[in-house]
């Protein structure tokens, strides 16, 4: 039986051995967060090397990926992914799929290790159904890596659309971020209830516009949400916080993205260096900005296809870790959902993140 020390103590070893397998380009601090790597690195076209199997329904149905990082066998890790058209599918880092889960419409995904679930720490997922219309919530079962539900959170947003969590790394307290097609955001607290997970509503603000990807730096304590047409918008992600919130980047001429913005998600490197990546689905591009400090401009790359794997198109959802999971994606993987997936129906393409720094 594993402990929690135990699991804690792989994830910093893991952690270590990733960053310490860094390129020596590394740029020093200069003030605020610095980059691990240079910006130059990024290569502007990459190759996915896994895709996952098609998900059941055809049309726009798969949306948006989660990573699941197994704490003791990393290339046991799977892809958690949404059919908007009927359920919630689980795959393996070749792309095979374990599990299948016939349980609603979910259009969003995210997960969180280490939370206390009767007294057992657990990885919980949570995923939005606009068939319910609630934010269901499963645990990952590590024995065999599937879904096990333990809740449902009914929401106030009416169909919850986009959803993201965040952990405040020094209270521990656990948040979701849910919100609809009209730009309202709600935040939810997690908590334990006799087993099943329950949750309470902590903040509720609007961003004006039809929203959908969000993500939460949970060291930062930041959210990022995208308005679909205008931008990135920066807020802090504590329930008390101010609405006070920054424009990170724009959509039109002034900007790097080209609307809809869509999924969003975050690199974390040492000392609150790393990534912030974002779906620029009108350009079938991701843009990548500085995970600290303004958030600067970084760089921007697709994903092109070589003789297996078809390239990447009018991407919603994505996810990045930047856990080594062994030989195939040393340096983590950043997984994008595919709109038009040339073997059939929709999937998500794997992308090792080192082939995205371009430090082959
Ligand atoms: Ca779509
Ligand atoms: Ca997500
Ligand atoms: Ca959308
Ligand atoms: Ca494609
Ligand atoms: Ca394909």
Same mark, same amino acid.
């Given at each position: 039986?594993?402990?929690?020390?135990?699991?804690?103590?792989?994830?910093?070893?893991?952690?270590?051995?990733?960053?310490?397998?860094?390129?020596?380009?590394?740029?020093?601090?200069?003030?605020?967060?610095?980059?691990?790597?240079?910006?130059?690195?990024?290569?502007?076209?990459?190759?996915?090397?896994?895709?996952?199997?098609?998900?059941?329904?055809?049309?726009?149905?798969?949306?948006?990926?989660?990573?699941?990082?197994?704490?003791?066998?990393?290339?046991?890790?799977?892809?958690? !992914?949404?059919?908007?058209?009927?359920?919630?599918?689980?795959?393996?880092?070749?792309?095979?799929?374990?599990?299948?889960?016939?349980?609603?419409?979910?259009?969003?995904?995210?997960?969180?290790?280490?939370?206390?679930?009767?007294?057992?720490?657990?990885?919980?997922?949570?995923?939005?159904?606009?068939?319910?219309?609630?934010?269901?919530?499963?645990?990952?079962?590590?024995?065999?890596?599937?879904?096990?539900?333990? !809740?449902?959170?009914?929401?106030?947003?009416?169909?919850?659309?986009?959803?993201?969590?965040?952990?405040?790394?020094?209270?521990?307290?656990?948040?979701?971020?849910?919100?609809?097609?009209?730009?309202?955001?709600?935040?939810?607290?997690?908590?334990?209830?006799?087993?099943?997970?329950?949750?309470?509503?902590?903040?509720?603000?609007?961003? !004006?516009?039809?929203?959908?990807?969000?993500?939460?730096?949970?060291?930062?304590?930041?959210?990022?949400?995208?308005?679909?047409?205008?931008?990135?918008?920066?807020?802090?992600?504590?329930?008390?916080?101010?609405?006070?919130?920054?424009?990170?980047?724009?959509?039109?001429?002034?900007?790097?993205?080209?609307?809809?913005?869509?999924?969003?998600?975050?690199?974390?490197?040492?000392?609150?260096?790393?990534?912030?990546?974002?779906?620029?689905? !009108?350009?079938?591009?991701?843009?990548?900005?500085?995970?600290?400090?303004?958030?600067?401009?970084?760089?921007?790359?697709?994903?092109?296809?070589?003789?297996?794997?078809?390239?990447?198109?009018?991407?919603?959802?994505?996810?990045?870790?930047?856990?080594?999971?062994?030989?195939?994606?040393?340096?983590?993987?950043?997984?994008?959902?595919?709109?038009?997936?040339?073997?059939?129906?929709?999937?998500?393409?794997?992308?090792?993140?080192?082939?995205?720094?371009?430090?082959?």
């Amino acid at each position: 039986m594993l402990t929690k020390t135990t699991i804690y103590s792989l994830r910093i070893s893991s952690l270590i051995m990733v960053v310490s397998a860094l390129p020596a380009c590394a740029a020093e601090d200069s003030g605020g967060s610095a980059n691990i790597l240079l910006p130059s690195g990024f290569g502007t076209s990459v190759e996915a090397t896994v895709e996952t199997e098609p998900v059941p329904h055809d049309g726009d149905a798969a949306d948006d990926p989660a990573i699941w990082v197994h704490p003791i066998e990393a290339s046991s890790s799977t892809i958690i !992914g949404t059919d908007k058209l009927g359920g919630l599918a689980v795959y393996d880092l070749s792309g095979e799929q374990i599990q299948y889960l016939p349980d609603g419409n979910f259009n969003n995904v995210d997960l969180q290790d280490e939370f206390s679930l009767n007294d057992e720490s657990v990885t919980i997922v949570v995923a939005s159904d606009q068939l319910s219309k609630d934010i269901v919530v499963y645990r990952v079962v590590f024995e065999t890596r599937e879904l096990s539900r333990v !809740g449902s959170i009914e929401v106030g947003v009416g169909l919850p659309y986009g959803l993201c969590m965040y952990r405040n790394a020094e209270t521990d307290r656990r948040f979701v971020f849910v919100n609809n097609r009209e730009g309202d955001v709600e935040q939810w607290e997690l908590f334990d209830d006799q087993g099943s997970v329950s949750a309470r509503m902590v903040r509720a603000f609007s961003v !004006g516009g039809k929203t959908e990807g969000c993500v939460a730096d949970n060291e930062l304590a930041v959210l990022f949400i995208g308005e679909e047409e205008r931008g990135i918008w920066k807020y802090e992600a504590e329930p008390d916080a101010s609405g006070e919130r920054q424009l990170v980047d724009t959509t039109g001429p002034d900007g790097h993205l080209t609307a809809d913005v869509e999924g969003l998600t975050l690199y974390y490197g040492k000392n609150n260096a790393g990534y912030l990546i974002a779906s620029s689905q !009108g350009s079938d591009q991701f843009v990548v900005y500085d995970r600290g400090g303004r958030n600067e401009y970084l760089a921007t790359f697709h994903i092109v296809a070589n003789d297996d794997i078809d390239g990447v198109s009018h991407t919603d959802g994505i996810d990045v870790t930047h856990a080594s999971l062994g030989e195939q994606f040393p340096q983590g993987v950043f997984v994008a959902q595919d709109g038009n997936n040339d073997g059939g129906n929709q999937n998500f393409k794997l992308v090792s993140w080192r082939d995205i720094l371009g430090s082959r």
